[in-house]
C-alpha cells in the first residue's frame, strides 16, 4: 500500500464512523417522531425519516419494498391521504403518538 493509500484509508475509515453515528442517532430521533412532525416535513424528510426507522428494526435501508410498506403503514396510521390533503400536513389521527407505533415489525420482512 503506498503513503497516500494509507492516509486515503486512515481518513475514510473516520468519515464512515462519523456518518455511521449520525444515522445511528437519527433512529432514535425517528423513532419519536410523531404523526404531526412527520405530516410537517416535507416529501423528502418525510423519506428520511421513514429510512431511519428501518435500521434499528434490523432492516436494510435498501429494502425498498419494506420502505414503500412501511411509508404507507405511517401515512394510514397518521390519517395522511394523498393528494393535497397530504401535502398539506394534515393529520386526520394519532396527531401526538410516535409514527413507530404505525408498524407491527414483525410483519415487515427483513
Known sequence: MSVRSGVVAAGFVPAVFVLGAIVAG???AAAGTTCDDFAAQDDAARG????????????SSRDLESYRVVLGKVNE???????????????TQNNMQPIDAAVDWDSVTH
Open 26 to 28: 437519527c433512529g432514535g
Open 48 to 59: 428520511e425519516t421513514v429510512l431511519s426507522l428501518l435500521e434499528p428494526h434490523g432492516i
Open 77 to 91: 396510521y397518521c390519517g395522511l391521504r394523498a393528494g393535497a390533503a397530504r401535502e398539506s400536513g394534515e393529520v
